[in-house]
Each structure stands twice: as C-alpha cells, then as structure tokens.
C-alpha cells in the first residue's frame, strides 16, 4: 500500500479521511503532531496555515509514497500556491472533502488543485464513505520501486522519478 502524506488547512478534514480509510467511526480528535506510525502521515491544518512551520511539510513528506493535498469543497480560497509539486519529490495528488456541503464549490476547487499540479484528483465524503473506495483503491497499487540509479537516469533525462521510462 503507498503510504500517503495529508496536507490541507485546519479543519479540512485529514484526520477524518484517516480514520475513514482505516473504516473506523469518525470521532474527532484535533492533531497535534505528526508520526509516521500509520497507514497515512497526517499533520496539524497550521503547518498548512503557517508559513514558519510550511518547510516541515516537505520535510515529513520525504517519508511517504505519495502526497496529497486535501481541499474541502467549501473552503473560500486555497493556501496552495501554482505548480506545488515542484518543492516535493513525490507524486502530487488532489483530495476534495465534504463534497455534501450545501457551499461546495467542486469545479472551483478543483481548478486549484490542478493548478497547484496535482495529478489526479479524487473526491471524498468522510462521513457517508463516499469516494473512499476509489481513493483506496488508488493507494493500494504498490508503488513502484526503482534503484537510486534508475532515479537518478530519469532525473537526467529531466524525467519525474516516478513517470514511465
Ligand atoms: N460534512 C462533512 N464533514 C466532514 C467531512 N470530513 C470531515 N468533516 C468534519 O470536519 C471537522 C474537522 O475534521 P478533521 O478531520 O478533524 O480535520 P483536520 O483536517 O484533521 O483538522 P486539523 O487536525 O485541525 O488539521 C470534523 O467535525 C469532521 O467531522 C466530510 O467529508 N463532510
Ligand atoms: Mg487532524
């Protein structure tokens, strides 16, 4: 399974996807810290939020598989600039929640994700599961493993480390 990196403002709701993937009941808990000790590394929205902590997302984001970007479809702008995939050595994806928000703006967010360059996005409703499949889906593929040399060929070749030789 490729372990995921979550990253998204307070709020978003990271922690509920956590514990919708594991198909546990959704109960709050406000993240305070991070671990790698899970199926996925959750962070607390204010790294997302606060400029001085934002260096430890890419930090953390070294340990995992794939990185994700999590949006809530109503939230009224988005903390992630254009082209984020260029700070992280990973795969970038796009994960919108609470599509069942009476304010869901999904086209909108959308457009942000894939201006921030995110490949693929997926939507969510942590509360109902809805989506959850597809995104698990998704993450239970095995990534794919190559040498430091086959990276760094591909790195030469101005290539992703993970896109198609
Ligand atoms: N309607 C709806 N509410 C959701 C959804 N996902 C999460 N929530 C709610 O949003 C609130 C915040 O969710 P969390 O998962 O704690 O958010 P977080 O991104 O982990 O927040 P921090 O730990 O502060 O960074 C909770 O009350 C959740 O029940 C969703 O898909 N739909
Ligand atoms: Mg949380």
């Known amino acids: 399974m490729k372990k995921l990196f979550l990253m998204g403002?307070?709020?978003?709701?990271?922690?509920?996807?956590?514990?919708?993937?594991?198909?546990e009941e959704l109960h709050y808990h406000k993240t305070q810290y991070t671990n790698t000790d899970d199926i996925a590394i959750d962070t607390p929205g204010?790294?997302?939020?606060?400029k001085k902590c934002g260096v430890g997302l890419a930090c953390f984001s070294?340990?995992?598989?794939?990185?994700?970007?999590?949006?809530?479809?109503d939230e009224p702008f988005s903390l992630?600039?254009?082209?984020?995939?260029?700070?992280?050595?990973r795969p970038l994806i796009g994960i919108i929640t609470k599509i069942d928000s009476p304010y869901a703006n999904i086209p909108m967010v959308s457009q942000w994700l894939i201006n921030s360059g995110c490949e693929?996005?997926?939507?969510?409703?942590?509360l109902t599961g809805e989506g959850i499949d597809t995104l698990r889906e998704f993450?239970?593929?095995e990534p794919?493993?190559?040498?430091?040399?086959?990276?760094?060929?591909?790195?030469?070749?101005?290539?992703?480390d993970w896109d198609m030789a």
């Open 80 to 89: 992630f600039e254009a082209n984020c995939q260029c700070f992280l050595n």
């Open 144 to 160: 794919a493993r190559m040498t430091l040399e086959e990276a760094k060929n591909r790195q030469r070749m101005g290539m992703q």
């Open 62 to 73: 070294f340990e995992a598989d794939v990185i994700a970007i999590l949006c809530a479809a």
């Open 139 to 141: 993450l239970d593929e």
């Open 46 to 50: 204010e790294y997302s939020e606060t």
């Open 9 to 23: 403002r307070s709020e978003a709701g990271k922690t509920s996807l956590m514990q919708a993937l594991k198909g």
């Open 120 to 126: 693929q996005i997926f939507q969510v409703n942590n």
